[in-house]
């Protein structure tokens, strides 16, 4: 659930400052940039009061704990709900509209401009795909890939130079060829009850080959320069940090959200 790597990648890129060179003033109608591979590790733990050691019957490998992959796999599906309607944590995410972003400050050359982006708009989200969840004998856990480009994220821009104002236009889009996220789970027993309890969380998210396109840009050159420039200048330092803020966020939910689930399980039901 960590494709929102590549919202935040979007929207965190209009807030970083890009130097643009004098000859890339020129009109520009259609750019595109091309990302490689990126990985970022997120690591849980959790209380460990009231919890007991790992448990040991886990490590009968040859039986398959259907009752938990099975409510967990429901679990994420239930969950293309919330990307869709939102909840009490997690705003609506397809399609997300943000009306303002900014203003922000970019410079460059002998020139100073304010930069505000309004109808920000992605669509997407929603589609994303289970491919399997398995749970190990010890650590638990599963993985699961996307496939999908994403719709396109426009935005509007103006910018004040002096006394004169400009005003620019266009349209992002976003193709991540493979997105996959993997949650590795260490799982115990409550020690009054013998019922299942989420010990550590290990979040793997890796993007393969993703595909930024911007097209259609219309009015100030200045204007599109700085966003070509920005989305040239996008390194994987950038993405790695993005993707961990957003990651921290879902990640903290989805161990209480899991842990809800295990509640209702014991030893009896891993082995079957």
Known sequence: MKFLCLLSLLVCAFAHGA?????LLSAVNHVENHLE?????????????????D????????RQPRLVTDAIAQLIEDFRDVVINGNDDVPPLDPLEIPVIGPFDYKAPATTAQVTVNNFRMEGLRWYVLDTIHLQPDPTGFRRAHHYPLDYCTYDARARLGLLSHRA??????FAHRI?????????????GGHLILRELNI????HDTHIQISGMTGSNVINSFINGMIQNITQDLIQSEMENVSQML???????????LKDYTIADIMG
Do not use: C, W, Y
């Open 19 to 23: 130097e643009v060179e004098n000859d």
């Open 251 to 261: 990640s903290e939910e989805l161990f209480d959200i899991i842990n809800e689930v």
């Open 55 to 62: 448990v040991p019957v886990l490590e009968s490998a040859d």
């Open 204 to 207: 793997k998210i890796d993007i």
């Open 169 to 174: 236009g266009g349209n992002f889009r976003v």
């Open 37 to 53: 591979n990126t990985h970022l590790q997120l690591h849980f733990l959790s209380n460990d009061e009231n919890v007991s050691e």
């Open 180 to 192: 996959e996220v993997g949650l590795d789970m260490r799982v115990g027993t409550n020690l009054f």
